[in-house]
């Protein structure tokens, strides 16, 4: 089955960074919009930004804007979710999917995308 592995997951303080990246088992991302999303305990599944597949196109959720920047290299086949300005509330599990399609756009439904990962803990904590 098509997957995807989260990386880069940790513990940080607040105001601290963290990249997370976004690789695939055994398919390529460059025909796929990807996005990431985050769950904490208790609470329903968060889209936080999305990439369109070449990445000429963005979307992010308000309550990461200006904090964390999406993007891709698929060269490397790798899609990265940089967060800086972590808050405790930030803390989750966080995913990423990807979606086939041949538009250059991307939304930040869950309900669109077809291949997940597992998903890496990001826990802000002083």
């Known amino acids: 089955q098509l997957q995807l592995v989260e990386s880069g997951g940790g513990l940080v303080q607040p105001g601290g960074s963290l990249r997370l990246s976004c690789a695939p088992s055994?398919?390529?991302?460059?025909?796929?919009?990807i996005a990431w999303f985050r769950q904490a305990p208790g609470k329903a599944r968060e889209g936080l930004s999305c990439?369109?597949?070449?990445?000429?196109?963005?979307n992010s959720a308000d309550s990461v804007k200006g904090r964390f920047t999406i993007s891709r290299d698929n060269a490397k086949n790798t899609v990265y979710l940089q967060m800086n300005s972590l808050k405790p509330e930030d803390a989750a599990v966080y995913h990423c999917?990807?979606?086939?399609?041949?538009?250059?756009?991307?939304?930040?439904?869950?309900?669109?995308?077809?291949?997940w990962g597992q998903g890496t803990q990001v826990t802000v904590s002083s």
């Open positions: 990439i369109s597949k070449t990445g000429s196109t963005t």
């Open positions: 999917a990807a979606r086939a399609t041949s538009a250059e756009m991307c939304l930040l439904s869950e309900f669109e995308y077809n291949y």
């Open positions: 055994r398919f390529t991302l460059e025909y796929h919009a």
